[in-house]
C-alpha cells in the first residue's frame, strides 16, 4: 500500500513564501505522476499544479507564475513552491499519486490519482 504524506504547512503573512514538501512510500516514488490540490473551508477541492513523471509541471490559472512544482525522484520528494500567497491561498494542500498517467503524463483531475495524503494547512493572514 503506497503511502503519502505531505509537511510543510503553517501560517504566513500575504506576500510571504511557503515549501509544502510530499514524500511516499511503500512503492517506486519515480513511477508516480503526482499532483497538488487544495480545499478552503466551504469550497470543493481543487487542481493546484501536476507534474509527470519527467519532472514536466501544470499548473491551475490562480497559481501560475507564483507556485512551482518540482520532484526530486532521489528523495522520492515532491516539491510546492508558494510565493506571492494571497489570502485566497488558505486552504489544506494535499498531494497525490498516480499510478495510470504513464511517463509522460499529468492530470489536473483529482479522479486520476490512486493515493492521497492527509493534508498540510496552509493560512495566508496578516
Known amino acids: 500500500q503506497v503511502q503519502v504524506v505531505e509537511s510543510g504547512g503553517g501560517t504566513v503573512q500575504p506576500g510571504g513564501s511557503l515549501t509544502l514538501s510530499c514524500t511516499t512510500s511503500?512503492?517506486?516514488?519515480?513511477?508516480?505522476?503526482m499532483g497538488w490540490f487544495r480545499q478552503a473551508p466551504g469550497k470543493e477541492r481543487e487542481f493546484v499544479a501536476t507534474?509527470?513523471?519527467?519532472?514536466?509541471?501544470s499548473y491551475s490559472d490562480s497559481v501560475r507564475g507564483r507556485f512551482t512544482s518540482s520532484r526530486d525522484n532521489a528523495k522520492n520528494t515532491l516539491y510546492l513552491q508558494m510565493n506571492a500567497l494571497q489570502s485566497g491561498d488558505t486552504a489544506v494542500y494535499y498531494c497525490?499519486?498516480?499510478?495510470?498517467?504513464?511517463?509522460?503524463?499529468?492530470?489536473?483531475?483529482?479522479?486520476?490519482?490512486?493515493?492521497w495524503g492527509q493534508g498540510t494547512q496552509v493560512t495566508v493572514s496578516s
Open positions: 511503500g512503492g517506486t516514488f519515480s513511477n508516480y505522476a
Open positions: 497525490a499519486a498516480s499510478t495510470t498517467l504513464g511517463l509522460f503524463g499529468f492530470s489536473r483531475l483529482a479522479r486520476d490519482y490512486d493515493y
Open positions: 507534474i509527470s513523471r519527467t519532472n514536466n509541471p
